[in-house]
């Protein structure tokens, strides 16, 4: 099954874990029909042709619920508060229990009157079927506006699943040779959520005054970088493919990655689970979601609040990783495999 988010993929292996229950899956990565590819791409208005294969997707995941025989509930990846118009009654339908997953439903809901509605009528269907219920990652929702907040009855809470398909490079105990060149990564899609040029500068400033021996890397996919890097002397490498991102992760021992506030408050970040799976300490944005993925069960990061406490967030960073090696990654994957997640799947 092909995901939106990688990163989730491991929940795919539930059922493995699950005495009483069987899972099926949804994703909204749906193969589009061509005429309606074409169709929809042939619209002016870009908006509109995406929200018309969003609406489709949607649409196909509810009408694919309903074929399922053998099973007992039903976990959906992702769903988009303005499409859930059809999907719901649909998964009403079934009578199985469901599970949607949210990732940043809530926050985005806040911004958007269309989204907002979306989300008024999921709470509608959460309070009226008991076995409707959405899934949240990392901690509640209690720390948003009341009116965004879902009911109590109707939340599960689980960390971001690990990946079991990337480790990190250090055994438990091992450490890095004294005279290892310390690698600091920004890696992901460069976008208006996720600012880069202040954190560049930022990171350029602290390469040139410190004195650990240190590497700047920048991995995002080569199409859909600024043309500002084009003149920068940074060591450029494209992540378009899934393996060269994944090996740019495997390469650095530190991340760092800085989100927009408005996006990321109450939103998980895939690429710090994926770049925490492969090893990396993570220095990002000091929001509650993300502050969980990297203390929870154990400290594998530390976060800054403002870029005014960016050097001294690295500092810390190159000594822990100096210091302690990749030892607690390894205690942090415990309470994110998939094993451990399937026992709060249905509690």
């Known amino acids: 099954m092909q995901l939106f988010h990688q990163g989730l993929k491991d929940l795919l292996n539930s059922n493995q874990y699950l005495t009483d229950k069987k899972l099926e899956f949804l994703s909204i990565e ?12 042939a619209i002016p208005i870009y908006a509109i042709g995406l929200n018309l294969r969003r609406e489709y997707r949607h649409l196909a995941m509810g009408l694919r619920a309903l074929t399922f025989e053998d099973y007992d509930a039903i976990l959906v990846f992702e769903a988009y508060n303005q499409h859930l118009l059809f999907l719901l009654p649909l998964l009403a339908f079934t009578r199985k229990e469901v599970l949607i997953m949210l990732h940043g439903n809530q926050q985005f809901a806040m911004n958007s009157k269309i989204k907002y509605l979306g989300l008024l009528y999921l709470k509608i269907y959460l309070k009226l079927i ?9 901690i509640d929702d209690d ?10 009855q109707a939340k599960i809470v689980i960390p971001h699943p690990c990946r079991s398909d ?7 105990g091992e450490r890095l040779n004294n005279d290892t060149k310390i690698k600091i990564g920004i890696v992901g899609i460069i976008r208006a959520d996720k600012p880069i040029a202040r954190l560049i500068e930022k990171i350029e400033e602290y390469q040139k005054q410190t004195k650990t021996n240190c590497e700047f890397i920048i991995g995002t996919p080569k199409e859909q970088k600024p043309d500002y890097l084009n003149k920068s002397t940074i060591n450029l490498q494209d992540t378009t493919e899934e393996k060269d991102y994944i090996r740019v992760l495997r390469s650095i021992d530190i991340l760092v990655i ?16 994926d770049a925490a799976s492969c090893g ?16 929870y069960p154990v400290k594998i990061g530390t976060t800054f609040k403002d870029f005014t406490e960016l050097d001294r967030a690295l500092d810390k960073a190159i000594d822990y990783v100096i210091r302690n090696g990749q030892d607690n990654h390894w205690l942090w994957r415990e309470k994110r495999t998939a094993e451990h997640i399937s026992t709060l799947l249905f509690t």
Not at 30 to 41: D, E, I, S, Y
Not at 258 to 270: C, L, N, V
Request: proline share 9%.
């Open 258 to 273: 800085h989100y927009d506030r408005e996006r990321y408050y109450y939103r998980t970040s895939g690429v710090i689970s």
């Open 166 to 172: 990337y480790l990190p490079s250090l055994k438990p």
């Open 280 to 295: 990396c300490y993570i220095v990002a944005s000091d929001y509650p979601l993300i502050k969980n993925q990297i203390t």
């Open 130 to 138: 008991k076995k409707i219920k959405v899934i949240l990652l990392e």
């Open 30 to 41: 749906t193969t589009l029909p061509t005429w309606l590819k074409n169709f929809t791409q």
């Open 143 to 152: 720390i948003l506006p009341e009116e965004v907040q879902l009911p109590s």
